[in-house]
Nanobody
Framework: QVQLVESGGGLVQAGGSLRLSCAASGRTFSSYAMGWFRQAPGKEREFASAISRSGGRIYYAYADSVKGRFTISRDNAKNTVYLQMNSLKPEDTAVYYC?????????????????????WGQGTQVTVSS
């Protein structure tokens, strides 16, 4: 069982930056691939970014809409995954969710598939004003 708690959301002007954090419980954090998803009002939850589990080569994935602006990273010593968000746009406004899965191995197949993720945090609101 993994419990996830997000933090770092808030209100920021367009062009600004925020860093989201997701703290995970448990001693096997490094064995989970981690993802960030987001959900705007009235829209489906969509993939933002993912990072593979530790051990061997590390894989990254980004949605086209955030590529070049967002950076995902993890600190296994702190059981935490981060999402650095730069050059924020009003369309980035959403609730951001952290998720964990042990179903993504070295094949790194479809990391943006939300149904592969077993554990979810409660979300943190990000609002970007124009």
């Amino acid at each position: 069982q993994v419990q996830l708690v997000e933090s770092g959301g808030g209100l920021v002007q367009a062009g600004g930056s925020l860093r989201l954090s997701c703290a995970a419980s448990g001693r096997t954090f490094s064995s989970y691939a981690m993802g960030w998803f987001r959900q705007a009002p009235g829209k489906e939850r969509e993939f933002a970014s993912a990072i593979s589990r530790s051990g061997g080569r590390i894989y990254y994935a980004y949605a086209d809409s955030v590529k070049g602006r967002f950076t995902i990273s993890r600190d296994n010593a702190k059981n935490t995954v981060y999402l650095q968000m730069n050059s924020l746009k009003p369309e980035d406004t959403a609730v951001y969710y952290c998720a964990a899965t042990d179903a993504l191995g070295s094949s790194w197949s479809r990391p943006g598939d939300r149904y592969k993720y077993d554990y979810w945090g409660q979300g943190t609101q990000v609002t970007v004003s124009s």
